[in-house]
Structures are given as C-alpha cells and as structure tokens.
C-alpha cells in the first residue's frame, strides 16, 4: 500500500466532537495526527476507517518500514500505531530507530501486536513503547488508547513547551518556532524579525516587593503583552501556523516577539513601539502600584543572522545597547536599520505634534471645465511643512498617519479646513466652487463618517452641494455589498460622491452602477500614456464613455500638455486637472486665481 493522508471531520448533532463510540473527544485530540505502520492492508484499511468515524482529521498510513522514519520527520504524527510483525524491518527496528532519534524519540507508540507473551511487550517496553493494542483491534478500545495517549502527549508537551507561570511558550519551543521561520525565510527570501524583551529595573522590584509579587508581575505583563500583540501579531500556540506570530517567555523576566513576515525591517519598531506604549500603564498587584519599563533589542533576519544562535546572540546585543541608553527604548542590531527607525521615529513624534502646531497645510489645485478653461472645482491636498525639516512630501506622512492612529483626526481637520476655507471664499464674494476632499480608507471604515462629514459641515457652514468626497476604487470595492449602505447615508447628506484613481484598483463594474456615484477620475498613470501608448489611449476612452453609460460626470487627473487635453476634450471628458493648468497652491495665492482663464487655454 502507497502511503496515504486522508484529513476527515465528524459532529454530533450537537455541534461536538464525537469519538465515534458515544463519548466526546477533545477538539485538540481531533488535530493531532494519527500515523498508522502495517503491512497488511486489510489491517490498515479498517483501523483507517475506525479513525476517520471517530472523527480525526488527519491520518496517515503506510505499510513501508524502511521509509516509515522518513515519513515521521515529514508529517511529525502525535501517535504512531505500530505493527511489530513486518518483513525487511520488524516494529523493534523501527522502535529502536525511533527512539535514537532526538525528534521522534518522544512521540508516544502504540504497539499492534497478536502476541500476548512476556518477553515481547517486555523488549517493546524497553524499547520505549508507550501502550499496547491487541490484534484484532478493537474498535472501543482503540478510541480510549489514543485518548488516553493523546491526554498524556498533551499534558507532556505543556509542560516541554510552556511557561508555568505565564502561560506562554517558553524558550525551548521558541527556539524551535525561530527555526522553522529561517528554514521558511531561506526558502521564500523573505524577511522577518525577533524582539527580546527585558524589564528594567525587575531585580529592585523583586527584591523591594518579594518573589511572590515579582512573579505575579511576571504574569500580569505577560498578559498585557499578549494583548498588545494581538490579532495580526497573534500569540502562537504549538499548533498555530508557522507564520503568526509568537510571544514566548524566555527565561526570568526575559520575554521574545517573534514576527516570521515584516515588510520592510523598519516595520519592527512599530511593535517595540506599542509594546512600549502598553507598558507606560501602572500595574496593580496586591495592594502596590508598580511601574514597569522594558528595554528591546530587535534583530532582523537574514540581514542580522540566518541561524538561531546568531539571530538571538544579535537581538540580546540589540537589548543590551537599549539598556545602556537608559532603559525604556529600543535598538536595532543593525547601525543602518536602527539609524532609519530612529528617524521613522522622529518624524512620528513631529507628526503627532505636527496638527496642534499648525504645520499641516491645506493646498488647492484647480478643476477645469475641459471645453472653457474656466475653474469649475478645486481639489485639497494635504500638505506638512516643518519648521526644521522643511516640506515633508504626503508619501511619508500620509501612510505613517495611517500606522499610528492618526489619519482619522488629521482627516476629520483636512474636511473641516476645506470646507471652512470654501465657506470665506465664498462669503468674500468669489465663485461658489465645489471642494474635493480625499478620505482614507480607515478613516471611511470608522464607523461614524457620515457624521463626520455632518459635522464638517455645520461647523463650518457650508451647505453640502458645495463637497465632494473622493475614496478610491480599492477602499470602495472592499467589502462592497456593506460600503453600498454606507455610501447611501453620505449621499443622503448631499456631497457628491467621486471615485479617485480609477483604473487602478479592482473594480467590479457589476456594483458600480448600485453605488450612489456622481464622478469618476481616471488616474494620472493612464492620462500620461494617451498620446504614447494606444492600448492606454483605448483604455481612457473606455472609461469615459461607461462612465456616461452610468451617468456620471468625468475628471481627467495629471494632464500636463496640450496633446493630453486636447484628446480628453474630444473625448468628451468633462473635467480635468494637472501643471499644464496649475500646480497645487496655498489658499492665499488660490483665492487669487480664483475666476479667471487659466494657462495652457488655446
């Protein structure tokens, strides 16, 4: 018989595991695997289908001896069912070899055997079997071995792999999840990181309050932990997937985030900055109110080490130098890398300063009526510009808002301002003009935007005509059925709703015509290649003219020449903008162009 896996999932009526046999198994002992090694297939085929009623999920059967070993490296069974009468290589061999391996030499072995003699099960025991099972096999008796089996393994694992006090992985399945991430990494030339953790100053707190509050400390930051890495930072568990990620508990007051995927090794201070963060609450513990810091040394693989001992030796190193600067901080193990997060730092510390000061500046850049040239709109752009470090571009503040929390206020001020600004154009007597305001997509899936744009509104006075809201393709076509509804309720409010960078994302034409749209913009990417490129040139005009087909008006971004607008205007595109007509502006010199002609009119 060829080896076999077969995964399989039986309920009771009730929504339970069942076992098959009137009782009820354990939800982890329906995950483990089951490895079955038998020469006859009559055997296999019937213990295979006791297993598969009693609901296991994954089994796995082979009637070769001498590749057995081999398939338990690759599919790591929690019980091996194990026949001793086998020709070429007998159950003893396969046990001996089992056990003079340091990987399987724990899995526990159920022995299959018709012989009921002393001095067999005595050489099994030897041998380091864990059970027996008499030929024929009983079904019952089968269920309640590998229950009985499977509780021990389980029990034996928490105590191998797990913290007693915390509850968390400890340092030996760390390592073995670190390793399994660099074997993944090396194969997929992805990058990852770890964090080793150290509290400041825990000695003092243990010597001052007592072991007993130092360990309840212990426990209790563990906890937090966890929950500030929870979610996409996950905690792994022995049977979590690889690619989560791990908060272990390491050794005393020593605690390791393992993140197997990052994008970009900057991205690890993100983490360390929480973690830091979740750390500034005080801890209650009988009776005493204890602070607690905690200094992070981050290394990234491969760039930091591509095996276990030189990634962790650099990560300690990492912690050591952020305990030399004071504790309560982070480093890199990389000069480089820990010089860029420092900057990333910087700058998020100036952008969360940067609104209460003023620094952030709304620019206006013209909508022009394609077959006049007159202004018929304006769009906002967000602008930062720092006393020091002077323009700061929206490519590096805008997605950082986004990691940090902050692109909700600061979008919530952008649409006040805008509207506000619109308002005393207005009232100093200039041309009523709609604004166009960009949302992000975490500031759309808030929860009370409609309310938001209210506010905006009221505050400032403006009456709604005179908004519209742009959300891109990919905010809008995710999650479409719910942002259907959503879209309703700010259009009741009376903006027009336009779709920004369209061409870009992955719109499915099939909801667009249920969205309460008024203007699609056809991304700049497309705009610079009309004259180029002719499948490009068909593409603008396709878009036009579906978008007519909807009812909806046209806006033409980044058009720099006179060849551009001429073939928008011939396609009947409504509206355009870009430098051939004006660059973004602060308000004082856009109140000024307001009204008249503008440049590249021929």
Known sequence: MADKEKTNSVLTTDGLPADGFGGRLQPGALQATIMMLDDEETTLEVIEAFLEDAGYQTVVVTSDPTTAIDLMHKKRPDVLLLDLNMPEMNGFEVLARMRANDELKHTPVVVLTSANDAATKLKSLELGATDFLAKPVDPSELALRLRNTLAAKAYQDRLTYYDMLTDLPNRRLFMERLDQTLDKAAQTGGIGAILHLDLDRFKQINDALGPRVGDQLLKVVGQRLMQTIRGGDAVGRMQAHPGRRTLSRVGGDEFTVLLPEIVQAEKAASVARRIIDALAAPFSINAHEVFVTASIGIAVFPHDGSDVESIIQNSNAAMSQAKKAGGNTYRYYS????????????????????????????????????????????????????????????????????????????????LYEACRQNKAWQDAGLPALPVSVNVSGHQFRAGNFAAVITEALKTAELSSEWLTVELTESVIMDNARANVDMLHQIKEIGVALSVDDFGT??????????????????????????????????????????????????????????????????????????????????????????????????
């Not at 700058?347 to 709304?362: G, I, K, T, V």
């Not at 579906?546 to 060849?563: D, F, I, P, R, S």
């Open 505 to 602: 994302g992955y719109s499915c034409l099939s909801y667009l015509n249920q969205f309460p749209l008024d203007e699609l913009k056809v991304d700049r990417s497309f705009v610079n290649e009309i004259q180029t490129a002719d499948d490009t040139a068909a593409i603008v005009t396709a878009i036009i003219g579906m978008a007519h087909g909807l009812g909806l008006k046209v806006v033409a971004e980044g058009v720099e020449t006179n060849e551009q607008w001429a073939f928008l205007r011939n396609k009947e595109c409504e509206e355009c903008q870009g430098f051939l007509f004006s660059k973004p502006l602060p308000a004082r010199d856009f109140g000024e162009l307001l009204g008249g002609p503008l440049p590249g009119d021929d």
């Open 335 to 414: 000069h480089e890398i820990n010089t860029r997060s420092m900057e990333q730092l910087t700058l998020e510390n100036e952008l969360r300063r940067a609104l209460d000061a003023r620094q952030l500046q709304l620019y206006y850049q013209p909508k022009v009526n394609t077959a006049t040239g007159q202004v018929c709109g304006m769009e906002a752009l967000l602008r930062w510009i720092h006393p020091e470090l002077g323009f700061i571009g929206p490519d590096r503040f805008i997605p950082l808002a986004e990691e940090i929390g902050l692109i909700v206020p600061i979008g919530a001020w952008v």
